[in-house]
């Protein structure tokens, strides 16, 4: 497990009988903090940037198509603004505000955070109450994937059943493949994996995110092969150490 190392001086006043003077003692302790995730995954997230990078960072904000997405990446409140309609979470409801009447065409409390989740791969996939699981490689054009399997406490957001495997280039480090299961409409368990793959990448204030990504059919056995539909590309991204105030994630008033 990845671990990091906290030094912390701490200043100790000791009195003497003898004395009226007061000694002081300096000592350093040594504090070990051990993160929740296994070493390879450490330099996965060190090959996008780092996970001190990403904590430090309070918004991130992206264009998809018409869609401009901004996320409280500490309260996970988010916002999608298009031309006909935004959705919202202001971090205890999803809202929906559409010019006319069915202008979004979808489940709003699916979809507000679903493109955020692939965009900002591979670091929320370093979220509290996630559990790591070594797996099988998977090889595509000559190339083979180490991988690890994600999945969620029962008190994890609103698919606790959901699945994730993570696979990565086994020179660089890099994320290039994403398999994922879809629980929210059926609440159940599901051995389904659909097949993202990465690759085209992005320096985004120093964490390197995707730029596109492309779905993939896959074999029986759940090894790519081909791609299923054109990319999903991302434009227009940002990250910013500075909070929104909670009213740009409300729900507009009329």
């Given at each position: 497990m990845k671990k990091v190392l906290l030094l912390l001086m701490v200043v100790i006043a000791i009195s003497c009988k003898n004395e009226p003077k007061k000694e002081i003692k300096?000592?350093?302790?040594?504090?070990?903090?051990?993160?929740?995730?296994?070493?390879?995954?450490?330099?996965?997230?060190?090959?996008?940037g780092g996970i001190e990078t990403w904590r430090n960072s309070a918004v991130l904000s992206f264009t998809k198509g018409e869609e401009v997405h901004t996320v409280d990446l500490h309260?996970?409140?988010?916002?999608?603004?298009?031309?006909?309609?935004?959705?919202?979470?202001?971090?205890?409801?999803?809202?929906?505000?559409?010019?006319?009447?069915?202008?979004?065409?979808?489940?709003?409390?699916?979809?507000?955070?679903?493109?955020?989740?692939?965009?900002?791969?591979?670091?929320?996939?370093?979220?509290d109450g996630i559990s790591y699981e070594k797996i099988t490689p998977i090889t595509f054009e000559g190339v083979t994937y180490p991988g690890y399997k994600m999945s969620f406490k029962a008190s994890a957001g609103s698919s606790p059943d959901d699945n994730y495997k993570l696979y990565y280039n086994p020179k660089t480090y890099q994320?290039?493949?994403?398999?994922?299961?879809?629980?929210?409409?059926?609440?159940?368990?599901?051995?389904?994996?659909s097949v993202i793959k990465y690759g085209t990448w992005n320096n985004v204030n120093g964490l390197i995110l995707p730029s596109e990504i492309t779905w993939y059919k896959t074999d029986d056995t759940g090894v790519p092969t081909e791609p299923a539909r054109p990319a999903a590309v991302f434009t227009s991204a940002t990250i910013s150490k500075d909070k929104l105030a909670d009213s740009f994630f409300a729900k507009p008033i009329k």
């Amino acid at each position: 497990m990845k671990k990091v190392l906290l030094l912390l001086m701490v200043v100790i006043a000791i009195s003497c009988k003898n004395e009226p003077k007061k000694e002081i003692k300096e000592e350093t302790v040594v504090a070990v903090v051990e993160e929740s995730f296994p070493t390879e995954l450490g330099k996965v997230f060190e090959a996008h940037g780092g996970i001190e990078t990403w904590r430090n960072s309070a918004v991130l904000s992206f264009t998809k198509g018409e869609e401009v997405h901004t996320v409280d990446l500490h309260a996970r409140k988010n916002v999608i603004k298009s031309p006909n309609y935004t959705i919202g979470f202001d971090g205890k409801e999803v809202w929906l505000d559409e010019t006319e009447k069915g202008a979004f065409k979808g489940n709003p409390s699916f979809y507000h955070n679903l493109f955020f989740y692939f965009y900002a791969m591979p670091f929320v996939l370093s979220d509290d109450g996630i559990s790591y699981e070594k797996i099988t490689p998977i090889t595509f054009e000559g190339v083979t994937y180490p991988g690890y399997k994600m999945s969620f406490k029962a008190s994890a957001g609103s698919s606790p059943d959901d699945n994730y495997k993570l696979y990565y280039n086994p020179k660089t480090y890099q994320m290039e493949w994403l398999a994922y299961t879809a629980t929210f409409n059926t609440k159940k368990p599901s051995d389904k994996f659909s097949v993202i793959k990465y690759g085209t990448w992005n320096n985004v204030n120093g964490l390197i995110l995707p730029s596109e990504i492309t779905w993939y059919k896959t074999d029986d056995t759940g090894v790519p092969t081909e791609p299923a539909r054109p990319a999903a590309v991302f434009t227009s991204a940002t990250i910013s150490k500075d909070k929104l105030a909670d009213s740009f994630f409300a729900k507009p008033i009329k």
